[in-house]
Nanobody
Framework: QVHLVESGGGLVQSGGSLRLSCAASGSIFNINVMGWYRQAPGKERELVARITSGGITNYADSVKGRFTISRDNAKNTVYLQMNTLKPEDTAVYYC?????????WGQGTQVTVSS
């Protein structure tokens, strides 16, 4: 069993910054991909950013240049540094991990950006 625990969400003004963290625990040998998705009210869950165990990253076009994903493989932890936040970034952010062929999700953390 694998558990993902997120932290770092909250309320911030437009233009501000937040840093999300997600720590994986349990029966882990190698996490192929870790990433962040988000879901705003009335919208589908969408990819924000992801990073492979080798450090290859992908970002949604809407966050490129503002968000940075990183990971600490030794700690099985992924981070999302979010800068220049906009009201449209308001959503529940979910941590995601792909381990072999299994997908795991965190419980989600709310990010609210006020205008």
């Amino acid at each position: 069993q694998v558990h993902l625990v997120e932290s770092g969400g909250g309320l911030v003004q437009s233009g501000g910054s937040l840093r999300l963290s997600c720590a994986a625990s349990g029966s882990i040998f190698n996490i192929n991909v870790m990433g962040w998705y988000r879901q705003a009210p009335g919208k589908e869950r969408e990819l924000v950013a992801r990073i492979t165990s080798g450090g290859i990253t992908n970002y949604a076009d809407s966050v490129k240049g503002r968000f940075t994903i990183s990971r600490d493989n030794a700690k099985n932890t992924v981070y999302l540094q979010m800068n220049t936040l906009k009201p449209e970034d308001t959503a529940v952010y979910y941590c995601h991990a792909l381990i072999v062929l299994n997908t795991y999700w965190g419980q989600g953390t709310q990010v609210t950006v006020s205008s």
